[in-house]
């Protein structure tokens, strides 16, 4: 992969609205236009990545469950969550960990 500078400079022509729009968003966060630009293009492009791992890992989990006929209902899953936000408001103990049982 060749070497990228730390900044590239770009142009980038956006509709007077939108423009409007960033300029307030950006004062209220105390940012400059940039930094809030820059800022947002970075959240952006983080969470398409995310997304794409998360659609990997659950074609994954998809597979391993056809594989070998095991996984998670979903009560159980959400009597998990249920457990465990319970237990991060300090309400309860850790919710044991799920166990993946025969399907179908």
């Known amino acids: 992969m060749p070497a990228v ?3 590239v400079a770009t142009s980038l022509k956006l509709p007077g609205a939108l423009k409007l729009q960033l ?9 400059s236009l940039h930094a809030f ?3 947002t293009l970075a959240d952006a492009a983080q969470r398409k990545r995310l997304r794409q ?3 990997q890992d659950s ?11 095991t996984g998670h209902a979903l009560d159980d899953v959400r009597q998990y969550f249920s457990q465990l936000k319970e237990h991060r408001q300090g309400q309860s103990a850790p919710p ?6 025969k399907m179908g």
């Open 5 to 7: 500078s730390a900044n």
């Open 23 to 31: 300029e307030e968003d950006a004062k209220q966060m105390g940012m």
């Open 37 to 39: 630009m820059v800022s």
């Open 53 to 55: 791992t998360f659609a």
């Open 59 to 69: 074609a994954d989990a998809l597979a391993v469950m056809k594989a070998t006929g």
């Open 96 to 101: 044991a960990p799920l166990q993946a049982k």
